[in-house]
């Protein structure tokens, strides 16, 4: 009997040696790499039980993504490179935190609520980032999986969304990709060299690219080996001296507004940060005087929603685009969507898999966090509609041409979860059909001046939000503070919640200028201290 195998194993070699209890938050499990032995070998007995449940292949992904390089965590794919479910989520933090004694009857608990069938065989996909802790944890993840009886593969040191793509693609008989490094990166450059547009007056094909001292430098060399004849990436923080995220990265040039250690900016040229596991992805540029600017989520979703929406109508195609954001989107973006873009937006609450989940809504969905982690999602009826249309002789050549054009973007994107490889390529795409440097690009609106500050708190979980998160309900009269300082800017907009992967506050605030954002943001964070 497995259960008994899997305890055993548990007891001799993955005892659990600490009390802390840790959560499968929006990330996945996420804390430091030495507190989580126990739980990798427990997920990978969860991923087998999951893999029987959906009679399907089961993908589990070791990584903290932009956290700190001794930290680690795990999170679970679901088989068509989906989060985990989240009613799956809540059994995944029991079972990471029972005491080992107890691991035999939850197991059977598992079993017996969801109705898995035991004799149902099981396979897992797994991958690592760069972290030091990272091969252990993978040990410790295949045992799991092993002692539950299941079969896996090990791909070694992939992105994220790499590692989503793997999933998906076994699931759909390879329908979706070969679900190989080769074939991911085969089926994004060859999308990529069908449409490109090489010659240019204002786009140069020339990038330089902080890779965070993390995985993406490696998938980014790898990437440079089929496209170097169209684009010259010159790779920094590349992970041969640096330490993972560290003053570097998606995350530290969002949060910070400028440029990433190790990069000295040559006015103009077009600046690119991944995070630690290259889902995420932000551009950025000095201009003539040496002014930072940030081409943030927002932006990258902006342009790929206005790219789009010129491709259906110049395919002749009216299909339901829409876009997708947070509460943390730049106000000037959405207004510039609602108005200018005239495309539909949403508001959802922070996490990848809601905005995931509400894109699913539209024919095409287009979906970004502001941080730089965003796809596109084409639904069924997208895909037969612009497949059809490729063929429709009732179109004119040109109306073809485009919905070929729209056809072969499909397979550029990785619709599985923001993926930065994949969204890099789009941009280039974008800005090479538009003919467009990174100046014209971010001319299409102006950022309101923000901020974001953490806070820490006693207790986080007092704080409650509604309306997307953009107002609080608890404690009693924070709101109301908030409101009343917010009066008080122009253009101003503030908003707090408590961070989901990390035991803080956190506050934005976007003002008419740079001080005031600044101002506000420390005013908010007081209130809320
Ligand atoms: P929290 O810590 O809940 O704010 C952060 C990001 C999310 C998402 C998750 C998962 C911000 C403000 N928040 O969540 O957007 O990316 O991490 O990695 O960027
Ligand atoms: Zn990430």
């Known amino acids: 009997n497995n259960i008994k195998l899997i305890c055993a194993v548990s007891k001799s070699k993955f005892r659990k040696k600490h009390s802390k209890f840790i959560q499968y938050g929006t990330a996945g499990f996420r804390t430091k790499g030495e507190d989580l032995e126990h739980v990798l070998f427990r997920m990978g007995v969860l991923a087998v039980l999951r893999s029987k449940f959906k009679k399907a292949t089961i993908g589990a992904m070791i990584t903290a993504s932009h956290n700190p390089e001794e930290d680690n965590g795990v999170k679970l794919v679901d088989p068509m490179g989906e989060m985990l479910e989240s009613s799956w989520e809540s059994i995944a933090t029991k079972l990471a935190n029972i005491d080992d004694e107890d ?21 897992v996909f797994f991958a690592r980032d760069t972290r030091p802790s990272s091969e252990h944890l993978a040990n410790a993840l295949e045992e799991g999986i092993c002692a539950a009886g299941g079969n896996s593969q090990n791909f070694g040191l992939l992105t994220t ?57 490696i998938q980014a060399k790898l990437l440079n080996t089929h496209l170097k004849d169209l684009i010259q990436i010159e790779l920094k923080n590349d992970g041969t001296s640096g330490r993972l995220n560290h003053d570097c990265g998606a995350d530290y040039v969002k949060v910070q507004q400028k440029s990433p250690q190790g990069i000295d900016m040559e006015p103009g040229t077009r600046h690119l940060s991944f995070d630690g596991d290259a889902d995420r992805i932000v551009y950025y540029f000095a201009d003539k005087d040496n002014t930072f600017h940030l081409l943030d989520g927002d932006k990258i979703a902006t342009l790929v929603a206005g790219y789009l929406k010129n491709l259906m109508s110049e395919s002749g195609l009216t299909l339901n685009l829409g876009l997708v954001q947070t509460a943390y989107a730049n106000g000037s973006s959405t207004d510039y969507i609602t ?29 970004f966090e502001a941080n730089g982690h965003g796809t596109v999602l084409f639904s069924d009826k997208a895909n037969q509609i612009i497949s059809n249309a490729t063929k429709d002789t009732s179109k004119t050549e040109a109306q073809r041409k485009s919905a070929s054009c729209l056809l072969t973007v499909i397979d550029l994107i990785n619709q599985t979860v923001g993926d930065a490889i994949s969204d890099m390529l789009l941009v280039e795409l974008v800005l090479s059909t538009q003919d467009w440097d990174a100046e014209q690009w971010n001319q299409a609106y102006i950022d309101l001046p923000n901020r ?19 107002k609080t309900t608890a404690p009693v009269g924070l709101q109301e503070a908030i409101d009343k300082l917010v009066s008080g800017y122009l253009k101003g907009r503030s908003f707090v919640r408590p961070s989901g992967t990390e035991d803080i506050v956190r506050v934005y605030a976007e003002a008419d200028t740079r001080a005031n954002a600044d101002k506000l943001a420390a005013e908010v964070g007081a209130v809320v201290y």
């Open 103 to 123: 691991i035999e009857t939850e197991l059977n608990t598992i079993i017996k609520q969801e109705n898995i069938d035991e004799n149902q065989p099981a396979n």
């Open 339 to 367: 108005n200018k873009l005239q495309v539909p937006v949403a508001c959802v609450s922070t996490g990848v898999k809601h905005l995931h989940h509400k894109a699913l809504e539209f024919d095409i969905g287009v979906y």
């Open 452 to 470: 974001q500050l953490k806070v820490k708190v006693k207790d986080r979980s007092v704080i409650q939000t509604t309306n997307a998160e953009r």
């Open 161 to 217: 969304p790499q590692l989503h793509y793997m999933v998906r693609c076994i699931n759909t008989n390879n329908n979706y990709g070969q679900p190989t490094e080769a074939g991911y990166f085969k089926k994004i450059t060859t999308a990529f060299r069908t449409l490109y547009k090489q010659e240019n007056k204002n786009y140069k094909a020339s990038l330089v690219i902080d890779a965070a001292n993390g995985i993406g430098a």
